[in-house]
């Protein structure tokens, strides 16, 4: 039994299977690549397994406990986090202001800026933000304009944000979209490091194969919504399967 689990996931929009029969176990502290062509369903796995999203069919279970229906905060508090397709970050607030938000909210179970204001505790959360910025080698950059940062360095940020969380499970949706190549190294590299230091399982949809290969432990290559092959990364590559989902051959 891996911490989640996907069990027959089937979900439509109108005459559109985005999902089909979707299985897939991911086991604990490993991390599991989701890859697949454009609109092979990858977006809406992850939003069904943050319970954002109700599949037609089907169950997703993490560490036992049924994801489906529960409200985005449940899911923090059952210890999921992710990471969004575009980062999520509010761009008029310093990189230290948006730090605290996540803290105040796994304190208050609200994401409420007007209330870290307020709060009585901030100037503790200002030490936890801090922390969480200095393991990110961000420290010297908390009073920096967040919008104004590279790509890069705002999904640093965005992932610091789910880290101050103590997740178990960390879901990341194409993290190194769009960005500079040195950048994407710099994200393989926190995630890496991010392994290293913790105890967490990380599930990552991604189409950039340098960053697949150099960070998962398993692949599952989904393909119009169903699973076509799940493997370790040696056996994936070169998998006619693989070839036949990327480049429409079949082989
Ligand atoms: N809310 C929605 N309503 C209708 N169709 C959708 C919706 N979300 C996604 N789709 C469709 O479902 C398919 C899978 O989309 P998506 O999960 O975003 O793919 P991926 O992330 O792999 O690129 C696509 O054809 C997309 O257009
Ligand atoms: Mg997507």
């Given at each position: 039994?891996?911490?989640?689990?996907?069990?027959?996931?089937?979900?439509?929009?109108?005459?559109?299977?985005?999902?089909?029969?979707?299985?897939?176990?991911?086991?604990?502290?490993?991390?599991?690549?989701?890859?697949?062509?454009?609109?092979?369903?990858?977006?809406?796995?992850?939003?069904?397994?943050?319970?954002?999203?109700?599949?037609?069919?089907?169950?997703?279970?993490?560490?036992?406990?049924?994801?489906?229906?529960?409200?985005?905060?449940?899911?923090?508090?059952?210890?999921?986090?992710?990471?969004?397709?575009?980062?999520?970050?509010?761009?008029?607030?310093?990189?230290?202001e948006n730090?605290?938000?996540?803290?105040?909210?796994?304190?208050?179970?609200?994401?409420?800026?007007?209330?870290?204001?307020?709060?009585?505790?901030?100037?503790?959360i200002i030490?936890?933000?801090?922390?969480?910025?200095?393991?990110?080698?961000?420290?010297?950059?908390?009073?920096?304009?967040?919008?104004?940062?590279?790509?890069?360095?705002?999904?640093?940020?965005?992932?610091?944000?789910?880290?101050?969380?103590?997740?178990?499970?960390?879901?990341?949706?194409?993290?190194?979209?769009?960005?500079?190549?040195?950048?994407?190294?710099?994200?393989?590299?926190?995630?890496?490091?991010?392994?290293d230091e913790?105890?967490?399982?990380?599930?990552?949809?991604?189409?950039?194969?340098?960053?697949?290969?150099?960070?998962?432990?398993?692949?599952?290559?989904?393909?119009?919504?169903?699973?076509?092959?799940?493997?370790?990364?040696?056996?994936?590559?070169?998998?006619?399967?693989?070839?036949?989902?990327?480049?429409?051959?079949?082989?």
């Amino acid at each position: 039994m891996g911490i989640l689990e996907v069990k027959n996931v089937n979900k439509r929009f109108g005459g559109l299977q985005a999902l089909g029969d979707v299985n897939l176990s991911v086991e604990e502290n490993s991390v599991h690549a989701i890859i697949g062509p454009n609109g092979a369903g990858k977006s809406t796995l992850l939003n069904v397994l943050i319970g954002k999203l109700i599949p037609d069919t089907g169950s997703v279970s993490f560490d036992g406990q049924s994801v489906l229906g529960r409200k985005p905060y449940e899911i923090c508090q059952m210890g999921i986090s992710r990471v969004f397709q575009t980062p999520e970050i509010f761009g008029e607030l310093s990189v230290l202001e948006n730090m605290m938000i996540p803290i105040f909210a796994k304190r208050d179970g609200a994401f409420r800026m007007h209330a870290v204001e307020n709060s009585s505790n901030e100037k503790a959360i200002i030490e936890q933000a801090e922390h969480v910025l200095e393991s990110l080698n961000m420290a010297d950059k908390r009073h920096f304009n967040s919008a104004s940062m590279s790509r890069g360095d705002k999904r640093r940020l965005e992932i610091g944000m789910c880290l101050s969380q103590n997740p178990r499970l960390l879901l990341l949706d194409e993290p190194t979209a769009g960005m500079a190549r040195a950048d994407t190294n710099n994200t393989i590299d926190l995630l890496k490091q991010i392994k290293d230091e913790r105890d967490i399982t990380i599930a990552i949809i991604e189409h950039d194969m340098h960053v697949v290969f150099s960070l998962a432990e398993r692949i599952t290559v989904l393909a119009q919504g169903t699973p076509l092959v799940e493997d370790t990364p040696d056996n994936i590559k070169g998998h006619p399967k693989v070839r036949e989902a990327y480049l429409g051959e079949s082989a």
